[in-house]
């Protein structure tokens, strides 16, 4: 998207370039060039003009300033077309021109755009009702085989970066099937290893308690000191309960804990 810049829009008018002797002429003569194009509506000048008046939605006053490359494109028998359509949000601009004849490509001229902006303008009552568009435009004349070799780079560039994308996404999906598969084989491992966790408890097992009484904290970590019978004394790290950081809990509520310490601190009273 363009941003929208606040500001008093340029009074002059857009250059009038001219068309030279050939396309090459016209595409130095173009290239350097600044202009605003009013996309409000307002202005009726075809020339400053920023009304969507074709299907590519591409400017009129862009067209008006390209219109002696389609007259080159004509005197040598072809028609010429907008490609590589840049998005602006509000239009969209060419960011190449082709000149095609019955034998093929005559040439291109490759169009790039410095300086894009939407500039809000007055109106004649000093209102800020105009809202140009604004650009520095920069040419480069494309003789046939320098395009088709242009073109071809280009897409190799876009193959490569699709291939590249395809192989990212393979990737990705390897690595969440790993994920996937190991977190599954926890799963099914998890029942067993919390029994043997409780029938072998000892002092310094690291556990979480889980309370049969919910406690909509957690996790609560702490490390065995000792057991009793079916209860065991846990020293929490990261929790005071009933202002003790250590306490019994049945042992059939401890299951095992192998990550870092929480930082969060829970209290429950």
């Known amino acids: ?79 010429l077309t907008f490609t590589k359509l840049q998005n602006t949000g509000r239009a969209n601009l060419p960011g190449r021109i082709e000149c095609g004849t019955v034998s093929g490509l005559a040439w291109a001229v490759d169009l790039t755009y410095f300086d894009l902006a939407m500039v809000a303008g007055e109106d004649a009552m000093g209102r800020k009702s105009l809202t140009y568009l604004n650009f520095l435009l920069r040419t480069e004349y494309l003789s046939a085989g320098d395009a088709a070799r242009r073109t071809a780079t280009e897409q190799a560039q876009v193959n ?4 590249a994308d395809a192989e990212l996404q393979e990737r990705q999906a390897r690595d969440a099937a790993v994920v996937a598969a190991e977190a599954d084989r926890r799963a099914a491992e998890w029942p067993g290893r919390v029994a043997a966790f409780r029938t072998a408890m000892k002092s310094g097992d690291r556990c979480e308690w889980k309370p049969a009484t919910s406690v909509p904290v957690g996790p609560l970590v702490g490390v065995v000191v000792r057991t009793e019978g079916a209860m065991a004394y846990v020293q929490f790290e990261n929790a005071v309960i009933a202002g003790e950081t250590a306490r019994y809990v049945p042992k059939a509520e401890l299951v095992p804990f192998d990550r870092p310490t929480p930082a969060a601190r829970f209290e429950i009273r």
């Open 1 to 79: 998207m363009v941003p929208l810049i606040f500001g008093l829009a340029a009074c002059s008018t857009n250059p009038r370039i001219a068309a030279g002797n050939s396309i090459q002429d016209f595409a130095r003569a173009l290239n350097g060039s600044k202009f605003d194009f009013d996309l409000s509506g307002r202005i009726k000048v075809p020339a400053m003009s920023g009304a969507l008046v074709t299907a590519q939605r591409i400017p009129e006053g862009l067209l008006v300033a390209l219109a002696p490359a389609k007259e080159h494109c004509a005197r040598a028998g072809g028609a």
């Open 160 to 163: 490569a970066r699709a291939t």
